[in-house]
């Protein structure tokens, strides 16, 4: 399968997914999506991906717990124990998506330097996210009891809560993308450009 088969393949999963929120519920979308996790990354052109996914769920899990008591719903969604699972899967297939999406792309982008990568991921990123808390609080009604008396960003009335917490969502992209080069994940890719790290020399690469 080409590179374009793979990116309509994505965004219609993607489609699909946000298409049926309203109709079967978050909870379950979340489940159906975990489920098909397993088999996605046995595709010959997707293997490479189960890096950025558990990097993904590493900051999911770290996220859920620094925030703690800032999510709390009128429906239990996903509640392991007194754990809410939700904002953990939120998080995962949000960054993940994103990186799925991008990494369709990334070969148009592979000869340009490492922040253009960076800037071109982060914009898709804010995109993404603005559209699905848009969509959840306007259309779908979703709303976070825990931060519900705080202001929503200026412009959509979405992602309320506090200056930190609006912040720590809008950087969660650009982290996750530098996470991603950090630990490593561009020396396996093909169409990754050339990073020059002086933190962590011995990322660098010489041969693309």
């Not at 991008?102 to 800037?119: K, S, T």
Request: proline share 7%.
């Amino acid at each position: 399968m080409s590179k374009m088969d793979f990116l309509l393949i994505d965004l219609l999963l993607a489609g699909i997914a946000i298409a049926a929120l309203p109709l079967i519920g978050t909870g379950v979308v979340m489940v159906l999506l975990t489920l098909i996790a397993v088999p996605y990354f046995r595709l010959p052109g997707k293997r490479h991906l189960l890096a950025p996914f558990l990097i993904a769920l590493a900051m999911a899990s770290i996220w859920a717990w620094i925030a703690g008591d800032m999510y709390r719903y009128r429906e239990s969604l996903l509640l392991l124990g007194q754990v809410n699972l939700y904002p953990v899967l939120f998080w995962l297939f949000g960054l993940f998506v994103n990186m799925t999406l991008y990494d369709d792309l990334m070969r148009y982008l592979h000869r340009h330097p490492i922040w253009v990568h960076l800037a071109v991921f982060s914009l898709m990123f804010w995109a993404g996210l603005l559209f699905v808390e848009v969509m959840a609080y306007h259309v779908y009604g979703v709303r976070n009891l825990a931060t519900l008396g705080y202001p929503g960003l200026p412009g959509c009335d979405c992602i309320h809560g506090p200056r930190w917490m609006q912040t720590s969502y809008l950087a969660s992209g650009p982290v996750y993308f530098i996470a991603i080069t950090l630990l490593g994940y561009h020396q396996n890719h093909p169409h990754w450009p050339p990073v020059r790290c002086r933190l962590f020399p011995g990322l660098n690469r010489r041969n693309l």
